[in-house]
């Protein structure tokens, strides 16, 4: 049996305060659908690199895991994310600021 799904406006505020506990920057770059709408990660590493994850379903366990789609140049990054933005209106995009790459994403409860 598939898992229960929280709201993308819920996950994200969860998301945003886990982070700010965690003394990790970040920000709401483009507003979703606060009940459906899908959610990129992008991580600015600050030195002009950054990651870009997104959630996939795993069918061999029929969960939810965070993805990296791809690790580039920061304004290929933000290129592929203007690219799915403009096929999805419904497209949330979180900015986190870290150095070390961290975003907190294969922690519990962030699937």
């Known amino acids: 049996m598939a898992e229960a799904r929280l709201a993308a ?3 994200v505020a969860a998301y945003l ?3 700010g506990l ?3 920057p970040a920000y709401v770059t483009r507003h979703g659908d606060d ?3 899908s959610v990129m990660v992008k991580c600015a590493t600050l030195d002009g690199r950054a990651s870009l994850w997104v959630r996939e379903w795993d069918l061999e366990t ?3 895991l965070w993805i990296r789609l791809n690790e580039a140049p920061e304004r290929e990054i933000d290129a592929e994310i203007a690219r799915n933005a403009a096929r999805d209106p419904d497209l949330w ?3 986190i600021e870290s150095r070390d790459g961290s975003t907190m ?3 519990d ?3």
Do not use: F, S
């Open 62 to 64: 029929d969960r939810r």
């Open 17 to 19: 305060r886990r982070l």
């Open 109 to 111: 409860g962030l699937a």
């Open 22 to 24: 965690a003394d990790i």
């Open 35 to 37: 009940t459906a709408g």
């Open 9 to 11: 406006g819920i996950w």
């Open 105 to 107: 994403l294969d922690q």
């Open 93 to 95: 995009v979180i900015e």
